[in-house]
């Protein structure tokens, strides 16, 4: 089993490591070096990253260091070191989007988001692994490699995808935060499986300027953290309006950290319908059914919900318009059987070649109908909390690649709205389990509220995975 204490700098959360560089306790030179001797030690083994460009970051950290002791510290994260997801460009640099067909693809410009972590003084570490065109929920990855989860020492196991690296990098405590993209679960899935916190972030929350797209109707970047209050701060950075994303230009910014000590109490939190409980791992549904009653335990009320559609039906919904869109963008690589495509990949975005122009349009019109009758099913409720998974992390010999994990995370992205996964137990084996909180579009805020009272409440989120040691 795991322990709680971090071995390292880099195994701090970066609140604290925020305070520790404000007290001048620790340098961002001291916590680049922890980091990158921990990539050498530990990334043979794991394959978190798809390129560590440590000549930059020492640089950077540098940079930084004297910034921050001639009092001009830019922010709470100026000389933290961050990792981005290989679908965020960065100019100049490779941007392979988990493609081998992409391997040498160099990036003409510079994500948004990237240019506010580096506006803030962070530190870009590397760029991690995911699932090729990041279609996929299991983390795998046939040509560039599958990141192995650490929370397992004598079995290769799910990472949870698409954001697999950045999933596993945390986890495993070789960077303190990293960034992920969510078009159906790929922030939450690795989050849950690798023992993380991950925010799904209301589409247009964050800029998708620069970052490789999927489903550019359903693609939304989320931060991947130790800690709610981690994510919290990143949030604060990485939002806002961007011009060069028309769908980041009608959504007022959140204030995640003003709100996020309030507390639960009086708030009405809904659990999942009974007839959703059905397929769930009976360790993972404890865990859920322990959560709510932590949740309750603190002064919140946890209610019933009857939801006018479930969650598979919403999510094959989702999965068709994220199919048509993906076709639309990369149908001639995968059409052709000389490119390299992973197996698993090249039929979800083969089937957008089935789908007429009536049948898209049509799904874009009732994903409208829908996102109007949830709002009115979850008028009076605050949020409603489900298990992120049906399961723990699989064993990779077990997967069936046919199916989804992102039963209960995709009907999110299809419906618009936002929320946070977060650790809230193990198995009897060591496997993380997840809890997700899911708020109305554009109500990050209350989703960080509600996970940072859980998680100030246990200490699922502080355990440490075997593969970090």
Known sequence: MSGTAPPSPAGLPVHVIAREIAARRLSPVELVEDCLARIARLEPRLGAFVAVHAAEARLAAEAADKAIRAGHAVGPLHGIPVALKDLVEIEGQVATGGSAVWRNRVARRTATLARRLIGAGMILLGKTHTVEFAFGGFGTNQHLGTPRNPWDAAEARTPGG??????????????????????????????????????????????????????????????????????????????????????????????????????????RLARMPEAERRDVHPEVLAAYDRSLEVLGGLGAEIVALDLPRG?????????????????????????????????????????????????????????????????????????????????????????????TPAVLTRWVNLLDLCALALPNGFTAGGLPTSLQIVCRGGEEAMALRIGWAYQNATDWHERVPPLAA
């Open 311 to 403: 969650f598979r039906e919403l999510g094959a919904l989702n999965g068709r318009i994220m199919s048509a869109e993906a076709y639309a963008l990369l149908g001639d690589i995968a059409d052709d059987p000389a490119q390299p495509m992973d197996e698993a990949v090249r039929p979800r975005i083969r089937a957008g070649a089935a789908l007429s122009a009536r049948d898209y349009l049509a799904a874009l019109a009732e994903r409208e109908r829908l996102k109007a009758g949830f709002a009115a099913a979850m008028e009076g409720v605050d949020a409603v909390l489900t298990p992120t998974t049906l399961t723990p992390p699989l064993r990779l010999s077990e997967v069936d690649q046919e199916t």
């Open 162 to 267: 698409s954001s697999s690296g950045s999933g596993v990098a945390v986890a495993a405590h070789l960077v303190p935060c990293a960034i992920g993209t969510d078009t159906g679960g790929s922030v939450r899935l690795p989050a849950a499986w690798c023992g993380i916190t991950g925010l799904k972030t209301t589409i247009g929350r964050i800029s998708t300027h620069g970052v490789l797209p999927l489903s550019p109707t359903l693609d939304t970047p989320g931060p991947m953290t130790r800690s709610v209050e981690d994510a919290a701060l990143l949030l604060a950075v990485l939002q806002g309006a961007d011009p060069r994303d028309p769908k980041t230009l009608g959504l007022r910014d959140a204030e995640p950290m003003p709100a996020l000590r309030r507390g639960v109490a009086g708030l």
